[in-house]
């Protein structure tokens, strides 16, 4: 099983309809492991309620949203506040906003890989040294790559793989 640490842009579209949603759902595979920090909820209610300001869905839909990510979802929620100040370290590094830096402290302390559907953070995060962690949504998990790819040196597969592979004998 594969960890990938996941983010309220990706987590919101497995349950509203938006663009990169088929894409994100692909991380719902029983093969992936999906993780987030805690915050995660609170960046999802505030997006399910800007969407209802912007009557777009109802309220009672928003919370159904809410609920069905929240209770219904593969998603194991982490303690945040461990998080912290690796967080802030980091959003300094990179000089993006400390939320969106929870997520990329638990990529790294979980030696996974974080995906989002954020463009900004994600070119951020693509232009620093922390690059190998982040993913972009329309790039499949690694269970759900074409098996064609699979043994070619240039596969995405492959590079995940080698990035983990790398991370465990340097420890």
């Known amino acids: 099983m594969i960890t990938y640490v996941i983010d309220a842009s990706v987590a919101v579209k497995w349950v509203i ?14 093969c992936v492991f999906c993780i987030a920090p805690d915050l995660i909820e609170y960046e999802c209610i505030s997006a399910f309620q800007q969407k209802v300001a912007r009557n777009e869905i109802s309220e009672q839909a928003a919370w159904q949203c809410y609920t069905t990510l929240f209770h219904e979802m593969p998603l194991q929620l982490e303690d945040s506040t461990t998080l912290t100040y690796h967080a802030f370290q980091l959003a300094n590094r990179i000089n993006h906003a400390v939320y969106d830096c929870y997520y990329l402290a638990l990529a790294e302390q979980e ?3 974080l995906v989002t559907a954020d463009r900004k953070f994600y070119e951020r995060v693509m232009g620093s040294p922390y690059a190998h962690r982040i993913r972009w949504v329309e790039e499949p ?11 070619r040196a240039s596969s995405p597969a492959n590079t995940d793989r080698d990035v983990r592979d790398s991370e465990s004998k340097s420890v």
């Open 17 to 30: 309809e938006e663009v990169f949603r088929l894409e994100a759902k692909r991380f719902l595979h029983p």
């Open 111 to 113: 030696k996974a890989f």
């Open 141 to 151: 998990p690694a269970v759900a790559r074409d098996p064609e790819t699979e043994g």
